[in-house]
């Protein structure tokens, strides 16, 4: 059976940083490339960052430079530091982890305000 679980969501204010880990069981996590997602209310999902098997990485531009993702073959996880947060950063944040197949966490809630 295949697990995503996020954790490290919260409430913090503007400017502060928090850092998502994704946990996975089930899969053979080094050949998978990881993505966190995110969903903010009455907008669609919409990818943030991602991270190939090789190590490889892309970024939404509205996070450039102020997130970063990373993964620790060793422990099955993903990583999403996130720093100099914003209000509009706030959103429920997912794991995803696609080869043959997309799997998804359940997602852990991120709210950035003052």
């Known amino acids: 059976q295949v697990q995503l679980v996020e954790s490290g969501g919260g409430l913090v204010q503007p400017g502060g940083s928090l850092r998502l880990s994704c946990a996975a069981s089930?899969?053979?996590?080094?050949?998978?490339?990881m993505g966190w997602y995110r969903q903010a209310p009455g907008k669609q999902r919409e990818l943030v960052a991602a991270?190939?098997?090789?190590?490889?990485?892309n970024y939404a531009d509205s996070v450039k430079g102020r997130f970063t993702i990373s993964r620790d073959d060793a422990k099955n996880t993903v990583y999403l530091q996130m720093n100099s947060l914003k209000p509009e950063d706030t959103a429920v944040y997912y794991c995803?982890?696609?080869?043959?197949?997309?799997?998804w966490g359940q997602g852990t809630q991120v709210t950035v305000s003052s």
């Open positions: 995803n982890a696609c080869w043959l197949f997309n799997y």
């Open positions: 991270i190939t098997s090789a190590g490889s990485t």
């Open positions: 089930g899969i053979r996590f080094s050949i998978h490339a």
